[in-house]
């Protein structure tokens, strides 16, 4: 993506992402996931905010804060930068994410749509849809389907 990024620090594993958004709000922790699945294939993307649970005395992320620090486009390149780092490493492995609110599942969709070209230089995209059964199935990315979240593969060379 064409955008700014920020720099991103990560494990040995590839498979866990720090980086700061700076902006009006200050300096805030962001974290991006790549967790295992049921399907050995699959890895699920997780991302938000480094927060310390009180309660567990632990730090979590939090991915339902809206930080409003005026550089999502910056955030959104940031996390796409993972998953070509992650795909990188494992190529086999296909990344799946959502957002945690219908409008951040959209805001996905639009992110990947204005990118779409770019993108598919070095990954399929689809799109995740359920059925009547609940039951989840992948279909190629269209920019106007309604979509319960996303799959990327990297292509192979």
């Known amino acids: 993506m064409k955008h700014l990024k920020y720099e991103l620090y990560r494990n040995t594993e590839t498979t ?6 700076i902006g009006p709000n200050g300096e805030i922790t962001k974290v991006i996931i790549f967790n295992a699945t049921q ?7 997780a991302f938000g905010d480094l927060i310390y649970d009180e309660v567990h005395k632990r730090y979590i992320l939090d991915d339902s804060i809206i930080t409003n620090n005026g550089d999502r486009n910056k955030i959104l390149a940031t996390v796409a930068s993972s998953v070509y780092i992650f795909t990188e490493k494992y190529p086999k492995k296909m990344v799946f994410f959502k957002g945690s609110t ?3 599942t959209r805001l996905y969709r ?14 399929i995209i689809f799109g995740s849809i359920k059925n009547e059964f609940g039951n989840v199935n992948s279909v190629p990315f269209k920019s106007n389907g309604d979509f319960f979240g996303f799959i990327i593969k990297r292509k192979e060379l």
């Open 16 to 21: 866990i992402f720090e980086f700061k958004s």
């Open 102 to 104: 219908l409008a951040r």
């Open 39 to 45: 399907s050995k294939e699959i890895y699920n993307l």
């Open 110 to 123: 639009r992110a990947l749509s204005i990118n779409l070209e770019e993108l598919s230089e070095t990954f």
